[in-house]
Nanobody
Framework: QVQLVESGGGLVQPGGSLTLSCSAS????????MGWFRQAPGKERELVAG???????NYAESFKGRFTISGNIARNTVALQLNSLEPEDTAVYYC????????????WGQGTQVTVSS
């Protein structure tokens, strides 16, 4: 059973930074892409950024310039650097991975809480 495990969340002051990490375990698998989503209280889950197997990154428009995704899909790891954090970035951040093959299977981590507050 594939498991995605996130780490690196926590409490940070406005303007601060955090790095979230995610790794996969639990079997023989390969992914075509990995990424990060977030869900703030009372809001729907939204895409933050994704990275493909060839290393191509894409970002939701509102996160460009502040957040940076990196990863090694072949090693089933992905990270998200969060900079210039604002209280509005407070949310649970979820790691996401899409398997190769057909039909593709989407996996989710359990989420890691990021709280931006003074």
């Amino acid at each position: 059973q594939v498991q995605l495990v996130e780490s690196g969340g926590g409490l940070v002051q406005p303007g601060g930074s955090l790095t979230l990490s995610c790794s996969a375990s639990g079997g023989i698998f390969s992914f075509r892409a990995m990424g990060w989503f977030r869900q703030a209280p009372g809001k729907e889950r939204e895409l933050v950024a994704g990275i493909s197997g060839v290393g191509s990154a894409n970002y939701a428009e509102s996160f460009k310039g502040r957040f940076t995704i990196s990863g090694n899909i072949a090693r089933n790891t992905v990270a998200l650097q969060l900079n210039s954090l604002e209280p509005e970035d407070t949310a649970v951040y979820y790691c996401n991975a899409v398997s190769t093959g057909w039909p593709p299977i989407t996996y989710w981590g359990q989420g890691t809480q990021v709280t931006v507050s003074s």
